[in-house]
């Protein structure tokens, strides 16, 4: 592949990650650890360095190669405490590493992890010296082990299959908190109110600046750990109006800032149709799917305010909503999403094997087998749904989020049913997609299809109708491709013209038809290139959009029309 930088990372080099990594609980006392970093193979000879959050495959973080499977990655970091030290405990943060790692701090382990997506952490207070230098050490082995969720990563990468990552790809953190803190904040809210539950301290007092942006802040008292807030008159979040409540809790020593929104998404029947619905309303998510890859950063992009950046691109073009596919992204991109008012719909990670015959080519052909635990390990199995729960717990206090997707055409899929039931035990306020595409079970909040080849058709069921993957339409712009003389995708157009004509005629000819027949939600096929898959609306530099709003964006009005009645 060639080397293809965004504007972002031309103009930084990927040194301007400095947003405060967990938006929906603040604390001042930060230090940001990201930078360069010592890095090699051998550990007594760390002779390169590497710009962490960037993962070493990529070309930001200046080693820019792959890796043999299994081998041993090795960081080290001399950092001096900028943080209050005296009464206080010193939290170490990982935003992510893939996939296993070892941390120490002064030649001591502080600490273990296993898993590539979500962050951890761990206290460091009594191995750091706080008024010396320090040494940050992490042990990394990435073996793509199909038994821990691996998401598209491959080796021998090609077609739908991307450059692995590795190592750190998220940001690095100090954190000081007093001896007893808010460890957790859990949110839930509906049409009326917000139920705060605060992990780690009982007693509290919670301040929410008031909707009408004048006035002394509503109050509410933080009792056994939980607090209930009922705003007057309450101001609905939706894409099109993304209010959002600001509030302070201060807990004995501590104080954290974050935000709720008041949103409900539910089910009902409407003349007949079962509908998914935002505030008690129908609604059509009009969506694209977003697989949060970069030319330069591979799974991190050069700056955060990239994330700002795609959102508001697509927005202009009229949509309201990004599937996020087999990835977790850092909180900057959900907390984006819920200040600007774009839905998402969360994938799980997946973990096992997958098989192009059965997981692709037989159900594309209408052949769908049913899932069975016999083709998912054990250890995958577990590991699954270890990283499923605490996915949701890990984002769900997110209002954007409005439905999680459990299995993805197959991929890894078991007991998609009991999987189901667990995810709405666990979020009873969110929809849930037990198997996005096909192989479809018993339990799931919506009917789920993917349809490339073929003219999409109505589908007669007693649930919403969701087209969760469609489109695909490749237009390559060499000079904007990672690999230009390669294409994939589904239907290949040789002009820009062409593009958008046929882009224009598949919304309105196939998708539009189908709102009064069923649909509540179509998943377009992707917000961006992505290596030689080249059917992004923007290439995978972000330098070129292959479609303007003037050109577009009068389409989703009639989708929400349609949906109306």
């Not at 593009?499 to 649909?519: N, S």
Request: hydrophobic residues 35%.
């Amino acid at each position: 592949m060639k080397p293809l930088y965004t504007a972002a990372g031309e103009k930084t080099g990927g040194r301007k990650w400095d947003a405060y990594p967990r938006p929906q609980m603040v604390r001042e006392g930060w230090q940001n650890l990201n930078g360069l970093w010592d890095f090699g193979t051998d550990p007594e000879r760390l002779n390169e360095q590497i710009l962490v959050p960037f993962c070493p495959e990529s070309l930001l973080s200046r080693i820019g190669r792959t890796f043999p499977e299994g081998t041993l990655l090795y960081y080290r970091k001399a950092f001096r405490p900028e943080l209050p030290a005296e009464g206080k405990r010193l939290l170490l943060h990982f935003g992510a590493v893939d996939q296993i790692c070892e941390v120490f701090v002064n030649g001591k382990k502080a600490g273990a992890h296993r898993g590539g997506y979500l962050p951890f952490s761990f206290d460091i207070t009594d191995l750091v010296r706080p008024d010396a230098e320090n040494e940050l050490f992490v042990k990394v082995r990435d073996d793509l082990d199909h038994a821990l969720p691996w998401g598209k990563q491959k080796r021998d990468r090609g077609g739908m299959w991307y450059t692995p990552v590795s190592g750190i790809w998220q940001t690095v953190w100090l954190e000081s908190v007093p001896q007893e803190y808010v460890r957790k904040l859990e949110i839930r809210t509906d049409e009326c109110s917000a139920l705060i539950r605060a992990e780690g301290v009982s007693d509290g007092l919670i301040e929410v600046e008031r909707a009408e942006g004048n006035g002394p802040p509503l109050t509410a008292v933080l009792k056994n750990g939980e607090a209930r807030i009922v705003p007057p008159y309450p101001h609905l979040w939706s894409p099109e109006d993304p209010f959002l409540y600001r509030f302070t809790l201060k807990a004995g020593e501590d104080e954290v800032s974050s935000y709720f929104a008041l949103r409900k998404f539910s089910v009902k029947t409407v003349s007949g149709i079962p509908r998914l619905c935002l505030n008690g309303e129908p609604y059509f998510f009009n969506g694209l799917l977003d697989q949060g890859y970069f030319s330069d950063g591979l799974y991190t992009p050069a700056s955060p305010r990239l994330y700002e950046w795609d959102i508001r691109r697509m927005k202009a073009l009229g949509f309201n909503t990004l599937r996020k596919h087999i990835k977790i992204e850092p909180e900057q991109f959900y907390y984006d999403c819920d200040r600007l008012g774009m839905i998402v719909f969360q994938d799980m990670v997946n973990c096992g094997e997958y098989s192009f015959l059965r997981d692709t080519a037989l159900p594309t052909l209408g052949l769908n087998l049913k899932d069975k635990r016999s083709r998912v390990s054990a250890a995958a199995r577990e590991n699954f749904l270890n990283a499923a729960e605490e996915t949701v717990q890990h984002l769900k206090s997110h209002p954007s989020i409005a439905l999680w997707t459990a299995f993805n055409e197959g991929w890894g899929q078991f007991d998609a049913d009991g999987v189901y039931e667990r995810l709405k035990k666990l979020d009873p306020d969110r929809f849930v997609d037990a198997a996005s595409g096909w192989f479809e079970q018993k339990e799931s909040d919506v009917t789920s299809r993917h349809v490339y080849f073929k003219k999409v058709k109505p589908v007669e069921c007693e649930r919403p109708f969701l087209l969760s993957e469609f489109g695909g339409y490749v237009y390559q712009i060499p000079e904007h491709s990672a690999v230009p003389d390669k294409v994939y995708g589904y239907k290949i157009c040789k002009t820009r013209e062409a593009f958008v004509k046929d882009l224009r005629t598949l919304y309105l000819e196939q998708i539009l038809p189908l709102i009064p027949q069923g649909l509540c939600g179509a998943v377009y096929t992707q917000v961006s290139d992505v290596e030689e898959e080249t059917n992004g609306l923007l290439t995978y530099d972000r330098k070129k959009a292959k479609i303007t709003p003037g050109e577009f964006a009068d389409i989703a009005p009639l989708l929400a029309e349609a949906i109306k009645g």
